[in-house]
């Protein structure tokens, strides 16, 4: 139950938020990857999602980081609210050290939960 409410609200924080990118020109294109909304924008470092939606910015929209990120789309749905400290907090703290340069892009791919994200990914390729 909690898991459903959970769900609900970020599904709908999201597609506010998604809604307000669009209003504002951040959007280029709105697709899908498997069940999932992506989203193609100008905003992020690469690629990041909110429960089923992924964002991932034009210059690094590739197929892998796609999958990547529906990776962590289905670690949200295996974890359910347990996702956001077990993955979605350990996974923004990658991508801090990453932009902040303290890591290499490859070495924060290496850790987990990106590498779990990764392989989550490739598998359903
Ligand atoms: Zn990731």
């Known amino acids: 139950m909690i898991n459903s409410v959970i ?3 970020q599904g709908a924080l999201s ?5 307000i990118l669009g209003v504002t020109g951040h959007v280029d294109t709105v697709t ?8 193609v924008t100008d905003i992020g ?3 990041f999602t909110t429960g089923e ?39 923004m703290a990658i991508a ?13 791919r290496a850790m987990w939960p990106e590498s779990w994200a990764t392989e989550l990914g490739d598998d359903i390729r």
């Open 7 to 9: 769900r609900l609200a």
């Open 15 to 19: 597609l506010i938020f998604f809604a």
């Open 32 to 39: 899908t990857y498997r069940d999932s909304l992506v989203f």
């Open 45 to 47: 470092a690469a690629g």
């Open 53 to 91: 939606f992924i964002n991932v910015h034009r210059v690094y929209a590739s197929p892998q980081l796609i999958a990547h990120e529906y990776g962590h789309v289905l670690q949200s749905r295996k974890l359910g609210w347990l996702a956001l400290p077990l993955t979605a907090i350990p996974s």
């Open 96 to 108: 801090a050290m990453t932009t902040m340069e303290l890591i290499t892009f490859d070495q924060g």
